[in-house]
């Protein structure tokens, strides 16, 4: 049987994770002092058709399903439209979803694994290139685990141990400068337990002392690895820049949980 609520509250929940369709006008401006050259009016806000915003709204149901990542051929494309207009139009499912739902999970689970192993072998061959391109920078090193690292200020004192919490200013970005995540979120720096992060944080971080500042340049195996995180794909070069501000003992660590670098939450 037909859902008759199904609809609403799905375009409501597409809804509520989009960007507010509008907003409260911005506060008075003050009125100009005597003799004050007066501002150009502000341009007048665009007026769109029912045609235009339909069209907008279709696409945003598509993004954010996720439907152009399935990597889907023209005749594919073809066959979900029709499905769609189907629903559209208010006819019945043209299967049993009961009987055909383990079936079209199991194929759309196999279109998002071939996506993700074409994207994994795109970037593994960036990153070969990459780090051919680093390894010809004589002022960055290289571990034999494959960690890169460049140090513009080693600090003063001892490095930190593995058991220690690091307080960091850092930002994380791909090797095509997309910032993925960065301190600079929190307002504040950051605070790590250093055995509790990436494999390539906890031994790069151990190159510097307090004060100190490097570029570090993480291979996906001391990363995410094929996992990948939003905003971080399959089989990436983690590339970042830290400044270590302080050192706190295991003993004087933080309680809570630990936001690893790179995540995003």
């Given at each position: 049987?037909?859902?008759?609520?199904?609809?609403?509250?799905?375009?409501?929940?597409?809804?509520?994770?989009?960007?507010?369709?509008?907003?409260?006008?911005?506060?008075?401006?003050?009125?100009?002092?005597?003799?004050?050259?007066?501002?150009?009016?502000?341009?007048?806000?665009?007026?769109?058709?029912?045609?235009?915003?339909?069209?907008?709204?279709?696409?945003?149901?598509?993004?954010?399903?996720?439907?152009?990542?399935?990597?889907?051929?023209?005749?594919?494309?073809?066959?979900?439209?029709?499905?769609?207009?189907?629903?559209?139009?208010?006819?019945?499912?043209?299967?049993?979803?009961?009987?055909?739902?383990?079936?079209?999970?199991?194929?759309?689970?196999?279109?998002?694994?071939?996506?993700?192993?074409?994207?994994?072998?795109?970037?593994?061959?960036?990153?070969?290139?990459?780090?051919?391109?680093?390894?010809?920078?004589?002022?960055?090193?290289?571990?034999?685990?494959?960690?890169?690292?460049?140090?513009?200020?080693?600090?003063?004192?001892?490095?930190?141990?593995?058991?220690?919490?690091?307080?960091?200013?850092?930002?994380?970005?791909?090797?095509?400068?997309?910032?993925?995540?960065?301190?600079?979120?929190?307002?504040?720096?950051?605070?790590?337990?250093?055995?509790?992060?990436?494999?390539?944080?906890?031994?790069?971080?151990?190159k510097i002392a307090k004060g100190?500042?490097?570029?570090?340049?993480?291979?996906?195996?001391?990363?995410?690895?094929?996992?990948?995180?939003?905003?971080?794909?399959?089989?990436?070069?983690?590339?970042?820049?830290?400044?270590?501000?302080?050192?706190?003992?295991?003993?004087?660590?933080?309680?809570?949980?630990?936001?690893?670098?790179?995540?995003?939450?």
């Amino acid at each position: 049987m037909k859902s008759k609520h199904f609809a609403p509250a799905l375009i409501l929940s597409l809804l509520a994770a989009a960007p507010a369709f509008a907003q409260d006008g911005p506060a008075a401006a003050p009125a100009p002092a005597a003799g004050a050259p007066v501002a150009a009016a502000a341009p007048a806000a665009p007026t769109y058709t029912d045609a235009q915003l339909l069209e907008e709204f279709g696409w945003y149901i598509g993004k954010r399903t996720g439907l152009s990542e399935l990597g889907l051929s023209p005749a594919e494309s073809d066959l979900l439209t029709k499905g769609i207009l189907a629903s559209l139009n208010g006819k019945d499912s043209p299967y049993e979803i009961q009987k055909i739902g383990p079936a079209m999970t199991e194929f759309i689970q196999k279109k998002q694994t071939a996506i993700l192993e074409t994207i994994k072998t795109k970037n593994l061959s960036q990153d070969v290139a990459f780090f051919k391109h680093l390894d010809e920078d004589k002022t960055v090193q290289k571990l034999p685990d494959g960690l890169r690292f460049q140090i513009t200020n080693p600090g003063t004192g001892n490095p930190p141990k593995p058991t220690d919490t690091v307080r960091v200013n850092y930002t994380g970005t791909l090797i095509d400068g997309n910032v993925f995540d960065s301190s600079d979120r929190l307002g504040k720096p950051a605070e790590f337990e250093l055995d509790k992060v990436i494999p390539g944080w906890t031994e790069g971080m151990q190159k510097i002392a307090k004060g100190g500042k490097m570029k570090l340049y993480v291979p996906p195996q001391l990363g995410y690895g094929d996992d990948g995180r939003p905003g971080i794909p399959p089989g990436s070069v983690l590339v970042f820049d830290i400044e270590l501000i302080d050192i706190l003992p295991a003993a004087a660590a933080p309680a809570g949980t630990i936001t690893v670098p790179g995540s995003t939450k």
